[in-house]
Every structure is written in structure tokens, then in C-alpha cells.
């Protein structure tokens, strides 16, 4: 029984397997170009259950580095299974980054799981912890662009291009902004085990505002378009244009007009 009740706790949960159908379904209307009328719908769903799917995975990097750290808690609560129903901050970790998705075209995930410290073995440990996360948005990021900097675009339909160049720069902001030492963020999770308790203590009342701090300096001017130089850079590393995660934002904002894709390649 206890064997068959740890299975359940680690058991992929019908709700993932869900967002992953949908991911792959929205994926194949925008490759086939079924539903050429809306294409941007199709893009739509295929960039926001890939998010999602992508924000499950973050967080379950997060509790499977725990439970092999000494934190086997994680798995009582429900974390293994990949269920975003589990995590202790629905709004925290779905709802406010698909929001700051539509308002921004930005990726931003936020903590949502608990993570008993105090079983952790070690403060490098206790890093890896926080860092898991982030490192999942990367290799995300490496995947989603695997066609470009593999030069082997040739057959995929320009619809798909931009959507996977827009997934990816969702996945390249979040692995940016997640590493920021700001309290609330991962960044900051990775540097806190090294801090002094009574510096811990004083930066504690900030970290549920850390994720709204971030959000909120994005829309300053001269910091977004930083931001975003930076995060051009690095998909330009992977051999994503701009060009291409431009289209698939304004793909995936369907309800502005499909955008025109004449002379790309």
C-alpha cells in the first residue's frame, strides 16, 4: 500500500497530459495550416499550453531537485505529478504569468512550491534548488529553437517558425528575469542560503512583491528595450532572428489581424 501510494504521489497527472494534447494538437493545426483562417487562434493555443506546460515544468524541476536534496515532503503535496492545481500559488505560478503573457508578451514565472528548507542537505544543495527552475526555461529554449540553430527550418511552414521563435523568447525572458537576485525570484533563492539570517530576515517582507517589482520596471522605457536587446542576443546566439519571434507575437495576438509574412524566407 505505501508502494502503490507513492506511485500515486509521483503519477503524471491527467491535467499535464491534457495541456501536453493540447500543446500537440495546436501544434499540428499551425504545421498543417488546417485552419488557415485561424491560424492565429492556432498559434494562440500552441504558445500558451506550451507555456503552461513549460511553467509545470519549472516547478517540477524545483520539487524533484528537493526530494533528491533531503525534502522528500514534496512529494505528499503533490508536486511530482506535474499537476499546476498542486502548487501552493495558483495565481502566483499560472494565472499572473499567462497574464503578464497577454499584457506583455513576456515570461514570467512565479514561486510555487514549498520547499521544506530545513530538511535540505547543504547550501549548495539549497542553490540548485532555486536554480532547477530557471535551468528548465534554458533547455526549453535550447528545444524550441533546436530547428534553427540545427539549420533545419527547410519543409517547416513560416506560421510554425514564429510560433516556436515566440515560445522561445518566452522561455529566454523567464530564465533571465528568474535569475535576478530580487526576493520572491529565483535568483534570489540561489544567493539565499550564503546571506546572513538576520539579512534574510530583514529582505523577507519584500519577496512576496519581488515579481510585480519586476514586472512594473519592465514598463519603464529605456529598461525594456535593454531587457529586450538581451534577450534578442541570446535567441540571435541560437540562430533565432527578431523577425521571427516579432511574427509569432503578432500570430499569437489573433485578435489584432494576422500579420503579413511576405518575403520571409
Not at 93 to 118: H, K
Not at 154 to 174: M, N, S
Request: charged content about 10%.
Amino acid at each position: 500500500m505505501t508502494t502503490a501510494f507513492r506511485r500515486a504521489d509521483r503519477r503524471v497527472s491527467p491535467v499535464f497530459l491534457a495541456l501536453v494534447a493540447a500543446m500537440a494538437v495546436s501544434g499540428w493545426a499551425v504545421w498543417s495550416e488546417k485552419l488557415a483562417a485561424n491560424t492565429g487562434f492556432a498559434v494562440f493555443l500552441f504558445v500558451v499550453s506550451g507555456w503552461v506546460v513549460s511553467l509545470c515544468l519549472h516547478e517540477y524541476a524545483h520539487a524533484r531537485t528537493a526530494l533528491h536534496s533531503g525534502d522528500l515532503s514534496v512529494a505528499d503535496k503533490g508536486y511530482l505529478t506535474l499537476n499546476p492545481l498542486k502548487y501552493t500559488h495558483v495565481l502566483l505560478s499560472i494565472v499572473l504569468p499567462v497574464v503578464f503573457l497577454l499584457m506583455g508578451g513576456i515570461g514570467l514565472p512565479g514561486g510555487a512550491v514549498y520547499i521544506e528548507r530545513g530538511r535540505i542537505r547543504g547550501r549548495w544543495r539549497d542553490s540548485l534548488i532555486s536554480a532547477a527552475g530557471p535551468l528548465t526555461n534554458v533547455l526549453f529554449a535550447v528545444v524550441c529553437t533546436a530547428p534553427f540553430w540545427l539549420h533545419g527550418l527547410d519543409g517547416v511552414p513560416v506560421p510554425f517558425r514564429c510560433a516556436l521563435a515566440f515560445l522561445a523568447l518566452l522561455q529566454v525572458t523567464a530564465a533571465i528575469l528568474n535569475l535576478l537576485p530580487v526576493p520572491g525570484l529565483d535568483g534570489y533563492g540561489v544567493i539565499e542560503p550564503w546571506l546572513s539570517h538576520s539579512l534574510r530576515r530583514q529582505v523577507e517582507p519584500i519577496a512576496p512583491f519581488g515579481l510585480l517589482l519586476i514586472f512594473g520596471l519592465l514598463w519603464v522605457p529605456e529598461l525594456n528595450r535593454a531587457f529586450f536587446d538581451l534577450v534578442h542576443t541570446v535567441l540571435g546566439a541560437l540562430g533565432v532572428s527578431e523577425m521571427y519571434s516579432y511574427l509569432g507575437q503578432e500570430f499569437f495576438r489573433f485578435w489584432q489581424g494576422a500579420p503579413g509574412v511576405g518575403g520571409v524566407p
